[in-house]
């Protein structure tokens, strides 16, 4: 099942989008009466996907984010990959959608992207072994885990650098059939004057510690509650980005995030 939120006519709803997406054209959406969680119930309307607009496919109350779980990620920081993972936590304000604008603070002198696969809770939970996440989750989605690295370095801390308003995009929906081992990880940087560079080109089976592991990590550390985004690593390439560029993080098995960067108001 594909799951996403959308603004469609009349306002806006939870939806499960149904087709082949290989052929955008013919998808539909399905409204889903309140929410996503358990099994989803449908109110009969439907619109295509053509005459709505995508959002951030869920509404968090957190985004834990993990560092450096790719070891060529690690290397390329200057650092070692972690014995135990290194988490670090996302505002739920710098979420946007697909298509939302990343916005360029003019503080910072240098703005990355990091394609990611995020991982989306579905139940509260606390304490859960990795054996056992599979239980809690409700499915997966892009993630691009912007980051201002000169005010990441220089700040030594990270919530400053990683936490603008929109620095977490966020789709295009969750995927809830999907196994999240062994699937790549791509990140392409679109520039202005139409040339692009595929800048990231990882797998997760390249993770140091797997999804399971991550849950029980952080779940050992604070519940996590339905719709929290827990955001696995991003592999080696990552690089800056300008106004006037488009970044697209595309995932095996779900599909793509794309994001235009603008100057910041």
Known sequence: MRLARIAHPQG??????????SNPAALTCAEISEHPFGTPEFTGREWPLADVRLLAPILASKIVCVGKNYADHAE??????PAEPLIFLKPNTS??????GIAYPPSSERVDYEGEL???????CRNVTAARAHEVILG????????????????GQWTRGKGY????PLGPWIVTDLDPNGLDVRTTLHHADGTSELRQDGNTSQFMH?????????????????????????????????????VTVEIEGIGALSNPVVDRA
Do not use: W
């Open 118 to 124: 995020a991982v989306v809770i579905g139940q509260p």
């Open 95 to 100: 979420v946007v959608g697909p298509e939302a």
């Open 210 to 246: 797997t999804v399971g592991e991550i849950i029980e990590y952080v779940s050992r550390v604070m519940t996590l509650l339905p719709g929290d985004v827990v955001l696995t690593g991003t592999p080696a390439g990552v690089g800056p980005m300008l106004p006037g560029d488009r």
């Open 140 to 155: 997966y989605t892009c993630a691009n885990d912007v980051t201002a690295r000169d005010q990441q370095l220089s700040d």
């Open 165 to 168: 308003d929109s620095f977490c």
């Open 12 to 21: 806006f709803a939870f939806v499960e989008v149904r087709g082949d997406i």
């Open 76 to 81: 390329e920081m200057g650092s070692e990959a």
